[in-house]
């Protein structure tokens, strides 16, 4: 089977799939994703596409999107700061990780993993459910990745082992729940010891992975402009765009800039001022106390 095509393994994976398959939820760019994450092998994408969904009723991810509040987040993002920003000139949201203003001594202090884990399933819900409709849209044709820019500028890799585990999860998550989401990632400001480790990590990443990854030194900023226009890249990145608040508080995209008939949408766009809002409050709380 992992030698046919799209057109030729889906109205096979749909059969294998039974009731599993509800066409008014998956639709067949969905499922091609499976597919295509399991070479097309169709037994292997059925028990891929039935794990997910068990995963998402024992995750209760219906209730996170509903309910879930993320007070950390501001003070998350001063020590971690990661952003969505804009497209590139695909029309992929682009997501920035400045790894080298991590602190990793205070991740923990702030928050737990098991709450990390949360709001990246939250957030990869609004990803799948929100982001890539509205730049679908906005495209006129079908945009179902993100394009990844991390800057390990200054990263502290001696303290990394720290968070491995959680961002370990964070991406097998992503891996198995929300496969082929991955369109391009950029190591922008990497130093000589990273490009050292990348040799050892190619070797056990899968080829499609490593394709997508591009290592650059400081001397990013050409590549990253030819990926992504100007005017979509933060000053602070070597590009044009001065966001009222600054572009790392933003997040704004076609989801919410008001280029998208019948976007930005309040319940998606509820979750930042739920979390903001909840952060507010707990400071509030905690000046009245003192």
């Known amino acids: 089977m992992s030698s046919l095509h799209l057109s030729d393994a889906l109205p096979t994976f749909k059969e ?9 939820q998956h639709s067949d760019i969905l499922l091609g994703r499976f597919l295509k994450a399991r070479s097309f092998d169709v037994p292997l994408a059925t028990a891929m596409f039935i794990k997910w969904r068990e995963w998402y009723v024992q995750e209760r991810v219906d209730d996170i999107l509903q309910t879930f ?3 950390e987040l501001p003070a998350l ?22 790894f080298g203003k991590l602190d990793v001594s205070k991740i923990f202090q702030i928050t737990t993993p098991e709450r990390m884990l949360t709001y990246e399933i939250r957030e990869s819900e609004k990803l799948e459910k929100y982001r890539f409709p509205a730049l679908t849209k906005k495209a006129g044709r079908n945009v179902d990745k993100v394009v990844l820019v991390l800057d390990v500028a200054g990263f502290p890799f001696m303290q990394f082992y720290r968070i491995q585990a959680v961002l370990g999860k ?3 998550n992503n891996s198995n729940y929300h496969p082929e989401t991955l369109g391009q990632v950029l190591i922008i400001n990497a130093p000589f010891i990273f490009k050292a480790i990348w040799k050892l990590i190619v070797n056990i990443i899968p080829a499609e992975t ?3 990854c591009n290592i650059l ?3 990013y900023q050409e590549t990253l402009l030819n990926l992504i226009d100007a005017e979509n890249v933060p000053k602070f990145f070597g590009g044009t765009c001065e966001c009222p608040g600054g572009c790392e508080r933003a997040d704004v995209g076609p989801w919410n800039d008001g280029t998208v008939e019948g976007y930005p949408d309040e319940f998606w766009e509820g979750f930042r001022k739920r979390d903001l809002d909840a952060a507010a409050a707990a ?3 905690s000046d009245e106390m003192k």
Do not use: C, W
């Not at 294998?16 to 008014?24: E, I, N, Q, R, V």
């Not at 001063?78 to 590139?88: A, N, V």
């Open 210 to 212: 490593a394709a997508k």
């Open 283 to 285: 400071i509030s709380a």
């Open 69 to 71: 509040t993320f007070p």
């Open 217 to 219: 030194g400081s001397d």
């Open 16 to 24: 294998s799939l039974g009731s599993d398959y509800d066409p008014s």
């Open 77 to 98: 993002r001063e020590i971690y700061p990661r952003f969505q920003h804009k497209t590139d000139k695909q029309g992929r949201m682009v997501v920035y990780n400045q």
């Open 170 to 172: 964070i991406a097998e």
